[in-house]
Each structure stands twice: as C-alpha cells, then as structure tokens.
C-alpha cells in the first residue's frame, strides 16, 4: 500500500518539524568553558609529574606511557596545550600548524621503525646517527615553514 504524493510530503515537513531542534543555533555552537584551566593546568603538571616521577625511578615506559597518553586524550589535554601555544603571537599558530602535518608524523614514524630493525641487528651506534640527521630534518622543515610563512 502506496501513501498518496499529498500525504507522503505531510509526512516528511512534520518529520522535519520534529527534527528541527537538532539544527537550532544553539546546539551547534556550544558556548566556551572559561574555567576549563582549573581543571586543565593541574592535569598537565600532574602528566608531566608523572612522567618524570617514572623517569626518575625507572617505572616501565611503555605503562607510563600509555597511561600518560590516554589520560590525556580522554581529557583534551593535548588540545588544550596546543591553543595554549597557539596563543603566542605569530610564531604559535605556525608551530601548532607545523606540529599537525600528517609528513613531520610520517618521517617521525618511518624513522623509528628503521630504528627499531636497525637496532635488533646490532647497529645501535649507526642508529643514533640517523636518528640525529632525522631530527635535524624535521627541524630544518619546521624552522623552513615558519620562516617561509612569516616572509610572505
């Protein structure tokens, strides 16, 4: 059984009728959390407490670390540093810019599987030299973008 034309479209404007509060202004743009630092900032120093607190004592890294990492994740903390640097004039929102290009995370992720193959065939010594010129580019591309950027 087929609806007539007239009643299926009478169905559908009240459908959007129903759905209409989904789309209001208000739901889209939430409003700004002010006291967000109250919570943010004793967050971070403890992340970074705690990270320090394994290095000092010698914890197993990989715990801490993945602790560390999705406590931060589940709390935007990460989000929460980088508007912090973005607020520094000119050289912040191109630093947060550069940070985020998924090629600084590509270099940065093939170089520690090469090192990580290189070092379980015995060639700790020529790892430490690539790492070192793996830095050096990855630098030389994020000093190049922010220079780049703040000449044109």
């Not at 890294?61 to 589940?74: E, I, P, Q, R, S």
């Not at 520094?88 to 940065?108: C, F, Q």
């Given at each position: 059984?087929?609806?007539?034309?007239?009643?299926?479209?009478?169905?559908?404007?009240?459908?959007?009728?129903?759905?209409?509060?989904?789309?209001?202004?208000?739901?889209?743009?939430?409003?700004?959390?002010?006291?967000?630092?109250?919570?943010?900032?004793?967050?971070?120093?403890?992340?970074?407490?705690?990270?320090?607190?394994?290095?000092?004592?010698?914890?197993?890294?990989?715990?801490?670390?993945?602790?560390?990492?999705?406590?931060?994740?589940?709390?935007?903390?990460?989000?929460?540093?980088?508007?912090?640097?973005?607020?520094?004039?000119?050289?912040?929102?191109?630093?947060?810019?550069?940070?985020?290009?998924?090629?600084?995370?590509?270099?940065?992720?093939?170089?520690?599987?090469?090192?990580?193959?290189?070092?379980?065939?015995?060639y700790s010594k020529d790892v430490?030299?690539?790492?070192?010129?793996?830095?050096?580019?990855?630098?030389?591309?994020?000093?190049?973008?922010?220079?780049?950027?703040?000449?044109?």
């Amino acid at each position: 059984m087929t609806l007539p034309e007239h009643q299926f479209k009478a169905d559908l404007n009240n459908a959007d009728l129903d759905n209409a509060h989904i789309f209001s202004e208000e739901n889209i743009v939430s409003p700004t959390k002010l006291g967000a630092w109250k919570w943010m900032l004793p967050l971070s120093i403890a992340l970074v407490l705690a990270v320090f607190a394994a290095w000092h004592f010698g914890w197993h890294a990989k715990a801490v670390t993945t602790g560390v990492v999705l406590l931060a994740a589940a709390s935007h903390v990460f989000a929460w540093i980088l508007g912090i640097i973005t607020l520094v004039p000119i050289i912040g929102p191109l630093l947060v810019k550069v940070l985020s290009l998924s090629i600084i995370w590509l270099l940065n992720a093939v170089g520690y599987l090469v090192s990580y193959v290189a070092i379980k065939r015995g060639y700790s010594k020529d790892v430490l030299t690539y790492r070192a010129v793996t830095i050096a580019l990855i630098t030389g591309i994020v000093i190049g973008f922010i220079l780049a950027n703040l000449l044109n």
